[in-house]
């Protein structure tokens, strides 16, 4: 085994992020919006996971969900690329293209704190990078407005239907960066052409706060004004950042002025994780309980490639391919 393994616990949060190798493919505009929110939902057709919040900035996506089954967790965040590079493909009139680098990076949120501080730190990227002054002026894809408006339950859940956009029925742009005018048009003509099948995106934005055993509404109410107090700081932070360097924010129009799959290079990325927790102690239990978990999986695939095809592998293992057990002779 050439990598750790994935090891995913079903009733547990993750994060999940993949980002573009060198171009923006999420441009703000209402057609890729929509693109996005279609993706998901048909990609959510048999509810893979529990979409808890997720927002789209520039090179890639912060998806927070709550996965249940490892095989269809794996395939939510395959399929959301894949779909994605094939709307684009079709956008831009091309039979190849490679957007994302390496694989998606799916990160246990380990504990309450963690969840609350990245949380936080989503809705604070597109004043981290510069972009607008605030959530509240992001005009790109998240879940921030269905969030501050269902603060208050645990079970709550903002639904919304969403045509089921059929590739072919996604042409080519004109240009790569459309007027106004121009992107409410092929906006109107994919939902009028894809109308006849739809789907449900549902979103659960506290339904990860069950995982660490929050039960009554008061304290979900309180967490949530953690969250927010939080993003209101890093944005703050940012803010005052910009005015020492003498720098401003992109601004909503120079945003939706940004073509389709500009040219981008992206920051370089530190050593990946699996997990984050807010104690020393909590991080260094999942660490040694992640590394158990390889041993195991070492053993037994050393046994599966010696025709034990019976082994017992550990809770959550996705399985290698068998090596042939001989080789054919004419």
């Given amino acids: 085994m050439p990598q750790s393994p994935r090891h995913f616990k079903s009733g547990r949060p993750y994060e999940i992020c993949f980002r573009a190798r060198d171009a923006l493919p999420f441009a703000v505009t209402d057609y890729m ?9 048909r990609t959510q057709r048999d509810f893979k996971v529990t979409l808890c919040h997720f927002i789209f ?21 395959t399929e959301v690329e894949k779909k994605l590079t094939d709307a684009i493909k079709r956008l831009l009139g091309v039979d190849y293209l490679r ?13 309450l704190e963690s969840a609350i501080k990245m949380i936080a730190y989503y809705y604070a990227n597109p004043a981290k990078a510069n972009l607008v002054e605030s959530i509240d002026a992001y005009p790109g894809v998240s879940t921030w407005f269905d969030f501050i408006s269902h603060k208050e339950h645990l079970s709550a859940c903002v639904t919304e239907e969403l045509p089921w956009i059929r590739l072919w029925r996604i042409p080519k742009l004109a240009r790569r960066v459309l007027s106004e005018t121009q992107d409410q048009h092929l906006t109107e003509r994919l939902r009028e052409e894809n109308k006849d099948k739809t789907h449900t995106l549902e979103l659960f934005p506290n339904a990860w706060m069950a995982c660490f055993g929050i039960t009554r509404d008061v304290d979900v ?43 981008h290079t992206p920051e370089k990325q530190g050593r990946r994780i699996f997990c984050i927790a807010a104690t020393k102690a909590l991080r260094i239990f999942i660490i040694e309980e992640f590394k158990a978990f390889c041993a195991e999986c070492r053993r037994c695939y050393e046994k599966w490639r010696d025709g034990e095809v019976l082994v017992a592998w550990p809770p959550g293992a996705f399985l290698p391919p068998l090596t042939p057990r001989a080789n054919a002779l004419q």
């Fill in 221 to 263: 109410r309180q967490i949530n004004e953690r969250i927010i107090a939080r993003l209101r700081h890093n944005e703050e932070v940012c803010k005052r950042w910009r005015k020492r360097c003498g720098r401003k924010v992109l601004g909503v129009k120079a945003l939706r002025a940004q073509p389709l799959m500009a040219a």
């Fill in 99 to 111: 957007i994302w680098e390496g694989t998606p990076r799916v990160i246990e949120l380990s504990d």
């Fill in 33 to 41: 919006k929509l693109l996005i929110k279609a993706i998901l939902a």
């Fill in 57 to 77: 900035v520039g090179s890639h996506p912060h998806i927070l969900a709550i996965l249940k089954d490892a095989e269809q967790a794996k395939r939510f965040y």
